[in-house]
């Protein structure tokens, strides 16, 4: 996302063409980088763990975030899947809570089975607290 | 009485009451209008007077009368039925074992028409889900009454004289001086700022007030004052004094029209809250409702040994100034006795705090922000901005202070989380109420082995919720391993 932003500042810096595209090619270099880059190490970053009564999640590059949401908590689950999540058969798991801050927990990247596999897994631990 | 299955109408001054209401923005758009033709168009004004006007008379009132008629509601034993709509019709049920709460209201000219607005909510939405504007007081009472008994069977003899519920246990009754008091310690900024942009405003207009100082000034100081730079300071420091003063009057009288016999009683699972001088509010709110107290100060109430509770409610109108008001200003052994009747708790004697590596961070924070300030100053000033940094001592206290006030403690069955100095809330949460925990560092803080630990709950402030900032990463790791082990053991307990 940042390195989209920069690149389309770098596109409206080049129409200008005040210093004559090396600004702007610096910018797309660097964007290009980022662009590769920050998926990857988002990516690398990103985990999600399923134990027995709650689901953890720690993500992050700059600002490291360590989520715990415990399984009686949560109020209900979506799977969603955009165009290009579709694209690629990859969906997103969401974990509605009734809380603020942590309201709804997105577990993103997931292969789409994976996330319907990982939703009725929490659903079926809902389910166990609830007998 | 509201008998079963009738259908009722809203009171007919409901009319009057409207027209009364619509007649200022009649008024606004005349004047907003007009002021935007130009002078000497005299004619063209008059026109667009005219037109307004009379679309005022052929849009606006037949609207209102049809919005009047097209309203309906009917009250059965088991729900409200509400029929609205001029365009749209919209019947809308609410069952009455669904609704948490009724609100009360009777603002100043309805209250001397003796009419009240009913507002009913459900857990549904934030906002009311049912408005009946305007009934009767005795209407008012009887559903309020109705759905306090739930869906029970309707008791007619049941006679409310007052607005006030005849029974349950008063947690607070404000006494006058009291609610004068805690007006005194609401000293806001708000109000300096909105006198000082109505003096702008009225400033922008014409100069009547300022000629008539200056000539009070020349008048009283000799003629050659404008170039005295001494009094200029005088006069500078007295505009500031006096906008304080007046901000400071302006911040009681608001607390005292709104807390005006503030009343605060314990029925059963519930909370009624009746106050206001103007306009009288009544309020319900569920105990089951409530996720978290705040225990609120500032430096000046903590001098004195004042407090105040407000609470965290989940579906309740917090966005209205006052909606989540418990006790708005009591002792701290007042507090011990009264908020446990709320939901037990004891406020700790001192807090754990957290790394003395927070004051570096604060005060860097603090540096950043001065930095933000002073670059643009210092393109108009010059060298002159760099006087802002006398002010970094100042900085280094207050990120001291802040560090100081910032603390937590894991009671056996709440937690209680201190923030700040100057709005110091103390949040009172029981376990029960947490929802998720999350614990985050920057990379600043993960460098210095810090990291913040935020219990999230329900209906917490989306910029102010309760966090404990910049704990050693050991601590977080307890602290969390101790709240979550207490919800745990409080859902275990509670069997939900």
């Known amino acids: ?131 | 009485m509201p008998s079963e299955g009738v259908l009722r109408r809203l009171h007919p001054l409901t009319l009057l009451l409207r027209f009364a209401k619509s007649i200022p923005a009649l008024a606004i758009a005349i004047l907003s209008s007009t002021a935007a033709v130009p002078d000497g168009q005299q004619r063209f004004q008059n026109f667009i007077m005219l037109g307004l006007s009379a679309a005022y008379a052929f849009v606006a009132v037949p609207l209102i009368i049809a919005h009047f008629l097209k309203f309906s509601y009917r009250i059965t034993p088991r729900e409200i039925i509400i029929r609205s709509g001029v365009f749209r019709r919209r019947k809308r049920n609410i069952p009455l074992e669904r609704i948490q709460n009724v609100a009360i209201e009777r603002s100043l000219l309805p209250r001397l028409a003796g009419l009240s607005s009913v507002k009913i909510m459900t857990a549904g939405s934030a906002e009311a889900e049912g408005v009946l504007e305007y009934t009767s007081q005795s209407v008012a009472l009887d559903i309020r009454d109705l759905v306090r008994k739930g869906s029970q069977v309707i008791q007619p003899d049941v006679a409310f004289s007052d607005t006030e519920p005849a029974t349950g246990q008063l947690l607070v009754d404000m006494p006058l001086r009291r609610v004068f008091l805690a007006g005194a310690f609401r000293f806001s900024l708000v109000y300096i700022a909105i006198i000082f942009s109505a003096v702008a405003y009225a400033q922008q207009f014409n100069s009547t007030v300022e000629q008539a100082v200056m000539d009070w000034l020349l008048s009283n100081g000799g003629t050659n004052l404008v170039m005295d730079v001494p009094k200029m300071w005088g006069i500078a420091v007295f505009a500031v004094v006096l906008a304080i003063v007046l901000a400071w009057i302006s911040g009681i009288v608001a607390t005292v029209v709104r807390f005006y016999r503030y009343r605060l009683r314990r029925m059963e699972d519930k909370l009624v809250r009746s106050h206001g001088l103007l306009t009288l509010q009544e309020a319900t709110i569920p105990l089951k409702r409530i996720q978290a107290l705040i225990v609120r100060s500032n430096p000046l109430m903590r001098a004195f040994g004042w407090f105040r509770i407000e609470l965290q409610t989940i579906g309740y109108d917090v966005s209205r100034r006052g909606g989540n008001m418990a006790i708005p200003l009591a002792r701290l052994d007042e507090i011990a006795q009264v908020g446990p009747r709320i939901r037990p708790f004891e406020l700790p004697e001192s807090y754990e705090h957290v790394s003395p590596l927070a004051i570096r961070r604060t005060f860097l924070r603090y540096v950043r922000a001065l930095i933000v300030v002073l670059l643009p100053l210092g393109l108009w000033l010059g060298s002159a901005a760099l006087w802002g940094l006398s002010t970094l001592p100042l900085l280094g206290v207050m990120a001291w202070l802040q560090y100081r006030n910032h603390g937590y403690v894991v009671g056996a069955d709440t937690v209680y989380i201190r923030h700040g100095v100057f709005k110091q809330k103390i949040w009172v949460v029981p376990f029960e109420r947490l929802q998720t925990f999350r614990v985050n560092g920057t990379w600043f803080q993960r460098r210095l082995g810090l990291c913040t630990v935020t219990p999230d709950t329900a209906g917490a402030g989306v910029l102010r919720y309760p966090r404990v900032v910049d704990l050693p990463t050991k601590a977080a790791d307890t602290l969390l391993e101790a709240l979550y082990a207490g919800l745990r053991a409080s859902i275990a307990g509670s069997g939900t």
């Open chain 1, 1 to 131: 996302m940042v390195a989209l932003v920069i690149d389309i500042a770098g596109i409206a810096k080049a129409d200008r063409a005040i210093p004559l595209g090396v600004i702007s090619g610096t910018t797309v270099l660097i964007g290009g980088l980022l662009a590769t880059l920050l998926p990857v190490l988002r990516h690398r970053f990103w985990r999600y763990e399923l134990r027995t009564e709650e689901l953890a999640l720690t993500r992050g590059i700059w600002n490291r975030v360590h989520t715990v949401v415990p399984l009686r908590r949560i109020q209900h689950l979506d799977v969603s899947q955009d165009v290009i999540e579709r694209n690629f058969s990859l969906g997103r798991l969401i974990v509605h809570t009734a809380g603020t801050q942590g309201s709804s927990v997105v577990v993103p990247g997931l292969e789409f089975e994976e996330a319907e596999r990982l939703r009725s897994e929490v659903k079926h631990a809902i389910n166990e607290y609830a007998v």
